[in-house]
């Protein structure tokens, strides 16, 4: 095999596919990338895969001599971000010898032959849609926080799509924290008939997925087999296993009711937040001791937090309606939840110490719909 590329692409195309490549095998495998080439072509496709997720890009390259090999991603991103000039001459021999060549610089190392690589699922479905790349970035965006890795129920391991018609809603759950949006977008089927999926992306394939998403008009196609999700944005494939799982009953988790509210701007409470969280991160024994209160009363809320090295306290103008209440926190659970709402005006709802407190901002810029609720810990009063 051999290729030229133009350095550039082929750092770029290198960088999307280690998203997809394992540090935590011994095999070459899967800790490669996969280059495919058939000579004479102007195209070159890599693919990177660690079992769950995986990535596919296509990139413009000369092709003088073909060939399927596997290479370590670590070795060829760093290599090839090391060389000189503007392009980047990649030999394989009958030995299974790279040579990677860039200006007068000169690295070789060792490959597999590509038909060793796992077998790639299939990248194209039946059924999907195309929706816009900024819309879809920040419907998830808006819930990414309130997913964790390694919860004992499998399906808060993910992310939750649910799209009937022009509408989609994304849910995140850990259990501590809540967080749903929706949004009537222009969505375009793949096939005839009304869109309407319900399925679980595994938050690590969510989260590369915002990254490699933009903020125009540009669209997205997702494309759903029986196990797997697809997402194809121009030469760029990820793809990932779904989580199989029912996800929870979330409308029967939603506050319906609320004996008291607040109005506040959310970039101030996060800003209050961030400077509790300067007392409450403090870890003792390799725990966190201490927590946030919130103290709702008049049209002052109070944030205070006590901790053996200090405490802090801050006072921000709200519009309170309603019985005074102290409730208390795990401040980053909390800041995260707000930062999700930008320098939004927000509605709070509460009911009691011991309740979920809700909230949502009143003017969405974006034209969305989302809300939020955290549980709270029991304060040392409360005990």
Partial sequence: ??????????????????????????????????????????TVTMNAYDMEKGVRVIIDAEVIEGGSYIISAQKLLGIVRTMPGEEIDLKVDDKNTVTVTGGRSMFRLHALNGSDFPGLPVLSGDKGFYIKEKDLKNLINRVLFAVDVGNPMPAL?????????????????????????????????????????????PVKTATELVKMLS????????ELTRKHIIFKLDETVLFSRMIDQEYLDYNRLIPTEAKITATANAADIVDALERAS??????????????????????????????????????????????DLDIGFNCRYLLDAFRACGDEDVEIRLNSPLMPMAFSPINPKEDDNFLYFVLPLRMKEQA
């Fill in 157 to 201: 391991n993910g992310v939750y799509f649910e799209i009937e018609g022009n509408t989609i809603k994304i849910i995140g759950c850990d259990g501590k924290s809540f967080a749903m949006c929706d949004k009537v977008c222009d969505l375009q089927n793949k096939s005839e008939g009304v869109i309407n999926f319900k399925f679980i992306v």
């Fill in 1 to 42: 095999m051999k290729i030229t590329f133009n350095k550039k692409s082929l750092t770029d195309a290198i960088s999307q596919l280690m998203v997809a490549v394992t540090s935590k095998s011994v095999s070459l495998v899967t800790e490669g990338i996969l280059i495919t080439a058939e000579t004479g072509e102007n």
């Fill in 215 to 222: 903020d125009g008009e540009d669209t997205v196609l997702l």
């Fill in 278 to 323: 300067l007392v409450t991160e403090e870890k003792i024994a390799g725990s966190v001791r201490s927590y946030v209160k919130l103290s709702f009363i008049g049209n002052i809320l109070t944030v205070t937090s006590d901790s053996v090295t200090g405490s802090v306290k801050d006072e921000i103008a709200i519009f309170h309606r309603g019985d």
